[in-house]
């Protein structure tokens, strides 16, 4: 396979935009199969990045209508003030899946986040309901912490 990884070099002494972390550390954010000419799924990312021990953030799956209800009212109650501490701990009681970092937000970076990813997989775009370990689950949101 011919991939290119991309990598967010998270460093304690360039830049100033939240906690500044106690050592430089990388994050997976990205994987392009150059053979396909297409990029990896959230789930195939963190598949990856699990299966050779790369460093990635925080990830979680809402596939229920009730789960994705109590995420996006969390995300309207605390867009603006969550701090890795709540934000965290909430996602992981609402999700149906949690896949931590190898890297805890809290310990690497400090409690304040930059921002959450959410990312909607529609119903239409797969033939079934199911987890496979290379689609990110239909009819979900994944959700990501950034660094």
Known sequence: ????????????????????????????????DRSREQFYTTAQVVQLAQ?????????????????????????????ETGLADTVIDTLNQAADTVVPSLYPHRDFQGNILEGIVIRYVANS????????????????TTTTTTT
């Open 1 to 32: 396979q011919r991939l290119t990884l991309s990598f967010e070099v998270v460093t304690a002494v360039l830049g100033d935009h939240g906690d500044r972390p106690p050592r430089d550390f990388l994050i997976l954010t990205a994987v392009a």
């Open 51 to 79: 299966q050779f021990r790369l460093p990635h953030n925080d990830f979680w799956i809402f596939s229920t209508r009730d789960c994705v209800e109590q995420l996006f009212a969390f995300y309207d109650v605390s867009r």
């Open 125 to 140: 775009t797969a033939t079934n309901t199911a987890t496979t370990s290379n689609n990110d689950q239909p009819g979900s």
